[in-house]
């Protein structure tokens, strides 16, 4: 943690004995200007507030170096007592908790020898966590060596994102992927995991060559794009599958990543955003912790008005848009606000949907929608964006996405210059319990 250095330049008022005057009676009167003689650098500006993923940021460490005149120096936190720095090591230190002081901005005054007039003073935001959430949707079995490089890129040049990557399990059973080539991306996809933290969740397009290598009869009649109907089982609605038949696909797509070196994912996305109450149960029954189907329909409008997708997700996502936030559906409802019992189960929306729907002004809209003002959030907020890394994701969508990153990272955290903390679906959870 960086500390409050104050170094003090010049000389504070004192008195001519060694009595102790004591604190002020109350907070001093902050200075309408530091005096110019004295130097304050290094202030942190930002302290986050625990919640299960972020660590509380809950203690101010404050250090100044006094002049000879200062026999005491009181520092004054918001609305708590002040606290009498002690000498150490030829400086005055106090370090003061803050862990009771709730989202907002607050002052720091600095008084010297007990008076009520303040020679220095500071602030700072207690603020909740801003989580940006980064997903890739795998909707093909083979993203393309392009794509891949741009998402190693993407790594490289935002350190501190954290992606979900959903993985589809056609990988592994579409015959136009060799054993090579379906070893090579499994490869690729375990080292996302094991150096940069990438999560491996699963993304479900019910192709055919998938559904039935798990024993289900594939589904070709519900698309969401084509009329007649879609012989490859892309474009069907996850819906259009059974409770019970969804499971089976759940725990094949399991025993492929496993088989694969990928481990067992634990958080989901229903292509084309279709899931509904009986995927969400099947998710459940088959140990899945988070989803994030639930979609901003509106922002497809563009790409997808007069399909059966974009009214599907207008019809079952009614409510969802820029800045919906995480919830626990019902086990009789997905939306927010269904009767108890709750699911087991986190519903993070997809509100900065994917960059196919999205330019980077609307991103950048979306993202400071959910933080109003830049100011200190009163609760976790999250943004849930991504991109489908594909044969067809061009360089111009690259860019988008690495701007936008750009943009989030201008309020880093971990370089005390906002709220926002990067994190996968998996590890969501316990900000929202």
């Not at 795998?138 to 998402?151: K, R, V």
């Not at 070893?183 to 995991?193: D, P, S, V």
């Not at 089982?233 to 969804?246: C, K, L, M, P, Q």
């Not at 949907?353 to 991103?363: G, K, N, P, R, T």
């Amino acid at each position: 943690m960086r500390l409050y250095a104050l170094i003090i330049a010049a000389s504070v008022v004192g008195c001519g004995d060694n009595s102790d005057p004591g604190p002020a009676r109350e907070k001093p009167s902050a200075p309408t200007s530091n005096d110019p003689s004295f130097q304050i650098a290094s202030l942190k500006h930002w302290y986050l507030i625990g919640d299960g993923v972020t660590p509380g940021d809950d203690t101010v460490q404050l250090a100044i170096t006094p002049p000879a005149e200062a026999k005491v120096v009181d520092a004054w936190i918001g609305s708590l007592e002040p606290v009498r720095m002690q000498l150490q090591d030829g400086q005055l230190v106090a370090e003061v908790s803050i862990a009771d002081l709730g989202p907002g901005t607050y002052s720091i005054v600095f008084s010297a020898n007990g008076s009520d007039q303040g020679f220095a003073a500071a602030s700072f935001q207690r603020s909740s966590p801003y989580y940006v959430l980064v997903s890739t949707d795998w909707d093909f079995s083979d993203p393309g060596d392009a794509s891949l490089t741009y998402i190693k890129d993407l790594h490289l040049g935002h350190p501190a994102i954290r992606m979900t990557d959903f993985i589809g399990p056609y990988l592994f059973t579409d015959p136009a992927n060799t054993d090579a080539r379906k070893q090579e991306l499994a490869t690729w996809i375990a080292n996302e995991r094991d150096t940069y933290g990438v999560e491996i969740g699963l993304h479900i397009h019910p192709y055919c060559n998938f559904v039935e290598d798990a024993g289900v009869t594939c589904i070709t009649d519900v698309s969401t794009v084509y009329p007649a109907g879609d012989p490859s089982g892309y474009t069907i609605e996850v819906s259009a599958y059974s409770r019970t038949d969804f499971e089976t696909l759940l725990q094949h797509a399991s025993d492929l990543f496993f088989a694969n070196g990928l481990g067992r994912p634990t958080s989901f996305r229903a292509g084309g955003w279709t899931a509904d109450l009986d995927t969400l149960l099947a998710l459940i029954d088959k140990g899945f912790h988070a989803d994030s189907s639930a979609m901003n329909w509106a922002r497809l409008y563009t790409a997808w008005k007069g399909y059966v997708l974009y009214d599907w997700n207008m019809a079952h996502w009614t409510p969802i848009d820029d800045t919906s936030q995480p919830y626990t559906p019902s086990m009789m409802q997905v939306l927010p606000g269904g009767p108890m019992p709750l699911m087991p189960l986190l519903e993070v929306p997809d509100n900065g949907v994917m960059i196919d729907y999205a330019s980077l002004a609307d991103m950048t809209t979306i993202f400071d929608e959910n933080w109003q003002q830049h100011g200190p959030l009163a609760r976790p907020t999250t943004l849930m964006m991504g991109f489908h890394p594909a044969v067809q994701f061009s360089y111009t969508e690259y860019r988008t996405v690495y701007d936008f990153l750009t943009y989030a990272d201008q309020f880093l955290a971990s370089d005390d210059n906002g709220p926002v903390v990067y994190t996968t679906l998996g590890a969501l959870e316990p900000a929202f319990q």
